[in-house]
T-cell receptor, first 112, second 116 residues
Framework: SQKIEQNSEALNIQEGKTATLTCNYT??????LQWYRQDPGRGPVFLLL?????KEKRKERLKVTFDTTLKQSLFHITASQPADSATYLC???????????FGSGTRLLVRP | GAVVSQHPSWVICKSGTSVKIECRSL??????MFWYRQFPKQSLMLMAT?????????EQGVEKDKFLINHASLTLSTLTVTSAHPEDSSFYIC????????????FGPGTRLTVL
């Protein structure tokens, strides 16, 4: 069965540094992968989508890479700020009905 | 744009009662809506997919008679948890996709259900 792994341990970094989060998957070849931000008690907020034929995508301080050979996506936040503290989820499209399978998320804490 | 609302934001009910949760797309027409459940410190688990005017498609292990989904219009889907039990207590989140960019889902703020 499909498996999506995100580091369950929280990532604790100093403000201004670059945060790098990892999403690995097995037994699947998704057409695209998405990253979301989720704050406690709130629904996920869409951040970036990257397709299988794209290596990298950027949006402001965010950068996502997608390596379909390694079956891995990396999510980078440059010049991190305390306001970036949240849980970040990766999600893979499943099948042709646009269903998403989510990883368990990685909690990011940016210290002032 | 692309705002999705849910109502109520939280609800507490007695065991055995039914609870209805509404999901609305406020500024776009949602041809497809999804319902998820999230337990504490766990990921979102897809429960069902609903398309406007047709029956919902439930994921394996989700009881369709217990979790009734209605997608009567392009802006509204409802999830009814029937005969709720304490184990149904969870965070229920809906998402919606428009017909133009169906690979992007816009999520509602979630509904916290507590069954006593």
């Amino acid at each position: 069965s499909q498996k999506i792994e995100q580091n369950s341990e929280a990532l604790n970094i100093q403000e201004g540094k670059t945060a790098t989060l990892t999403c690995n998957y097995t037994n699947y070849s998704p057409a695209y992968l998405q990253w979301y931000r989720q704050d406690p008690g709130r629904g996920p907020v869409f951040l970036l989508l990257i397709r299988e034929n794209e290596k990298e995508k950027r949006k402001e301080r965010l950068k996502v890479t997608f390596d379909t050979t390694l079956k891995q996506s990396l999510f980078h936040i440059t010049a991190s700020q305390p306001a970036d503290s949240a849980t970040y989820l990766c999600a893979l499209e499943f099948g042709s009905s646009y269903k998403l399978i989510f990883g368990s998320g990685t909690r990011l804490l940016v210290r002032p | 744009g692309a705002v999705v609302s849910q109502h109520p934001s939280w609800v507490i009910c007695k065991s055995g009662t039914s609870v209805k949760i509404e999901c609305r797309s406020l500024d776009f027409q949602a041809t497809t809506m999804f319902w998820y459940r999230q337990f504490p410190k766990q990921s979102l688990m897809l429960m069902a997919t609903s398309n406007e005017g047709s029956k919902a498609t439930y994921e394996q292990g989700v009881e369709k008679d217990k979790f009734l989904i209605n997608h009567a219009s392009l802006t509204l889907s409802t999830l009814t948890v029937t005969s709720a039990h304490p184990e149904d207590s969870s965070f229920y989140i809906c998402s919606a996709s428009s017909g133009e960019v169906t690979d992007t889902q816009y999520f509602g703020p979630g509904t916290r259900l507590t069954v006593l």
